[in-house]
């Protein structure tokens, strides 16, 4: 019913730059909150940055200042724009999102496949 597809992870060295992206696709009637989590290998899957659809933004700390989260409304699609790219930020970075479908009576939460983020040391 409801597909979120990521792009724009690879391989980057430290200090470089990627931006990745999450369109929703399907039966939406809308969506709420929309976000990046991440996770690195033996570790849980942590937020990265949400954006509501209100438009105020959340970040990790470990991100601020270096990250940035937008959202493209009438494209159902988040972008996370990275700067500064450091080899702890090499994870598998997965997209989420709100999203109430047609005719459902509350929303649910939906992911993307995940797209891989490499930052050597």
């Known amino acids: 019913q409801v597909q979120l597809v990521e792009s724009g992870g690879g391989l980057v060295q430290p200090g470089g730059s990627l931006r990745l992206s999450c369109a929703a696709s399907?039966?939406?009637?809308?969506?709420?909150?929309m976000g990046w989590y991440r996770q690195a290998p033996g570790k849980q899957r942590e937020l990265v940055a949400s954006?509501?659809?209100?438009?105020?933004?959340n970040y990790a700390d470990s991100v601020k200042g270096r990250f940035t989260i937008s959202r493209d409304s009438a494209k159902n699609t988040v972008y996370l724009q990275m700067n500064s790219l450091k080899p702890e930020d090499t994870a598998v970075y997965y997209c989420?999102?709100?999203?109430?479908?047609?005719?459902?009576?509350?929303?649910?939460?939906?992911w993307g496949q995940g797209t891989q983020v490499t930052v050597p040391s």
């Open positions: 954006m509501p659809s209100g438009g105020s933004t």
């Open positions: 989420n999102a709100d999203i109430y479908t047609i005719g459902a009576a509350r929303g649910r939460a939906y």
């Open positions: 399907g039966s939406i009637f809308s969506i709420n909150a």
